[in-house]
């Protein structure tokens, strides 16, 4: 589908993809209440614009263009579930790691998981590395997809064991979800299980304090559908989703005011949703492709000399400059 006229700058391919975000400050901190109706009324249709601005022209930055090229919904699950869990550091650096892992998986990646076998399978992964992920920890996470989907069916079968009709958001289905994956045989991938397998990276809970935006990633790309996010699931709502919080979609929240939060975790992610919930309540989740990719091309100026001069959200955002000390 074409880019809208008001298409913005295209995205810089070197800037990161996905900063980490760090536990919660034990410092308490006053929340944000959602948008009041006022801000929502003013907000809405400057972010609705920015949304229509960013589509698939965009997504050659992102891993979702190497999940688009499967066309089966079983392949692209498997392969969102890897891209996403491998979704930080330099955008370059993640999109090399994730065609590395395609390459061994071959052509039908759902079927590749569904046979795997360490002993058998394992020797391929060993020598691919990923910041920290090293390829040990790559085994250990097929062998544990491969075991969610023989015991769900597939990995939304899986993930839907923990969820509520009734529930809110996904924070309680995440804490079960990663709860339960790793509670899965870890021991043919490890052998002797280390104290702290590097596959638990890839199934962060709520409950440690960490915003958990790689599963938050993964689960938008599965339950929204429109020009990027595929719609594979039915089984979770997009009202129950929390926004992914990244280095980008933090500091463009902040300059929208969508948060009061300084410390980075889950608490600033819930805050966020929100606020955007305000916007879109059946929906919040809508703006945060346009809203990172916003970060990622460095258009945001909060807390810089730049300020929003090059923001095309200028005039909705706060864009306030740090005051240096005089030396």
């Not at 900063?19 to 003013?42: D, F, I, R, W, Y």
């Not at 249709?45 to 589509?55: H, K």
């Not at 889950?266 to 966020?272: G, L």
Request: hydrophobic letters at 45%; one cysteine or more.
């Amino acid at each position: 589908m074409p880019a809208s006229s008001k298409s913005a700058v295209p995205s810089v391919p070197s800037a990161p993809f996905a900063g980490s975000a760090g536990s919660v400050s034990a410092a308490p901190e006053s929340s944000a209440a959602s948008l009041s109706a006022t801000g929502a009324t003013h907000l809405r249709p400057r972010l609705d614009d920015l949304y229509s601005a960013f589509d698939l022209e965009h997504v050659v930055a992102d891993p979702i263009w190497i999940v688009r090229r499967f066309r089966h919904p079983a392949d692209r699950e498997i392969v969102a579930f890897c891209a996403a869990a491998l979704a930080f550091g330099r955008v370059q650096s993640v999109l090399n790691s994730i065609e590395a892992l395609v390459a061994v998986m071959g052509e039908r990646p759902a079927e590749f998981v569904r046979r795997f076998e360490p002993e058998v399978h394992g020797a391929a992964l060993f020598p691919l590395v990923h910041r920290w992920t090293r390829g040990v920890d790559l085994v250990a996470l097929l062998w544990l997809l491969r075991q969610m989907i023989e015991r769900g069916g597939s990995l939304e079968g899986f993930f839907a064991e923990g969820i509520a009709a009734d529930a809110e958001t996904v924070e309680a289905a995440l804490e079960s979800f990663s709860t339960r994956a790793l509670a899965l045989d870890l021991t043919e991938a490890y052998g002797m299980l280390p104290a702290r397998p590097g596959v638990a990276y890839f199934f962060s809970r709520p409950s440690s304090g960490g915003a958990c935006k790689r599963l938050n990633l993964f689960l938008r790309w599965m339950v929204r559908i429109d020009r990027v996010d595929l719609g594979l699931w039915s089984r979770v709502r997009p009202a129950q989703l929390i926004v992914p919080l990244d280095t980008h979609v933090i500091r463009v929240g902040r300059c929208l005011r969508l948060t009061a939060l300084t410390s980075p975790g889950w608490r600033m992610a819930a805050d966020i949703t929100r606020s955007l919930r305000a916007l879109d309540p059946r929906d919040p989740v809508k703006y945060d492709f346009a809203l990172c990719h916003l970060g990622m091309m460095s258009a945001c100026g909060f807390g810089t000399k730049q300020k929003d001069s090059q923001c095309p959200l200028k005039g909705a955002c706060r864009p306030k400059v740090s005051a240096r000390r005089k030396p």
